[in-house]
């Protein structure tokens, strides 16, 4: 894609799959110019930059002075010392979930960012999802919503996963719940297998709760949210992309678009660069659904 003067430099910061999903999309978006990828993998950065026509570089340090923004892909444990290097230095950030792995590094993240009036998003891809989007838009009012379950079910495969399945799945769903909900929580039960499985159930201060179901190695694969509200309930498959309202014997099935959730997710950030607007997921809404995981984990 031909680069135009006002396009925002961008860059990608860790290489691994999902890195490359960031590195394949930015490569492709309208107003700017994917220019660098990173990689501490000197052997990876150089093939990609090479496939992509860009630079590579080795340490997200060495991308001040280059790029107006940067996603970070790497894994969770170095997400903070990658955005807070870039984040002092003005560069915005969106930062693959979770967004750090303590409250210190997220704090710090914070506040980098509040340095320099950068931005962060975090990159909660299931609030880009179409069916999330047409869940959002119906205008259901967060007292008046009676009860949520969500089921986010995987079968064992041969992705890499560096954190437990709270903070790796879990965490698409309580964010997405805790958005919905705009209450707190003031009473956690939990059970699981931090490798494996988790359940827990969230109980609000309006009295109302949700219970989450993650597992990642199911015997099927199931990505499920059922909402039940004093006007009906609302069934949404994040795998099909629908969403159904039920009211008394009507179910209705909700017009949904089609869109690529990490591209609409990528534009979202590059549009919040751009005007100094909040992302859609900002790191405060991460850092409070990170805290109620905590709050999970530790029940466990």
């Not at 996603?71 to 903070?80: D, L, R, S, V, Y």
Request: negative net charge; charged residues 20%.
């Amino acid at each position: 894609m031909t680069s135009r003067p006002n396009d925002l430099r961008t860059a990608v910061v860790g290489l691994g799959p999902m890195g490359m999903r960031h590195v394949c999309a930015a490569a492709d978006m309208a107003d700017s110019k994917l220019v660098a990828v990173v990689d501490v993998d000197q052997a990876r950065a150089n093939e990609i930059a090479k496939q992509f026509n860009c630079q590579a570089f080795y340490d997200a340090a060495d991308l001040i002075g280059h790029v107006d923004a940067a996603t970070i892909a790497t894994p969770p444990a170095f997400h903070a010392a990658a955005a807070v290097t870039l984040l002092s230095a003005g560069i915005s950030c969106l930062i693959e979930k979770p967004l750090a792995m303590t409250e210190g590094d997220c704090v710090a993240i914070i506040q980098a960012a509040e340095k320099t009036n950068a931005v962060v998003a975090v990159g909660q891809i299931e609030r880009f999802n179409p069916a999330t989007e047409v869940l959002f838009a119906v205008g259901i009012k967060n007292n008046h919503i009676r009860c949520i379950n969500v089921q986010r079910l995987s079968p064992a495969g041969g992705r890499q996963v560096a954190v437990d399945v709270v903070s790796d799945m879990m965490i698409h769903d309580l964010e997405i719940v805790l958005a919905l909900k705009q209450s707190d929580v003031v009473a956690i039960t939990a059970e699981g297998v931090l490798d494996n499985w988790a359940k827990a159930e969230l109980t609000f201060a309006d009295g109302t709760s949700a219970q989450l179901n993650a597992n990642r190695k199911a015997d099927t694969r199931i990505r499920g949210l059922a909402l039940q509200t004093t006007h009906g309930a609302y069934h949404l498959d994040f795998i099909g992309r629908t969403v159904t309202h039920k009211t008394h014997d009507i179910t209705q099935s909700l017009a949904v678009g089609e869109h690529d959730a990490l591209r609409a997710e990528i534009a979202d950030f590059l549009d919040a660069v751009r005007t100094r607007t909040p992302p859609r997921v900002t790191a405060q809404d991460a850092l409070r659904a990170m805290r109620v995981a905590w709050k999970i984990i530790e029940a466990i």
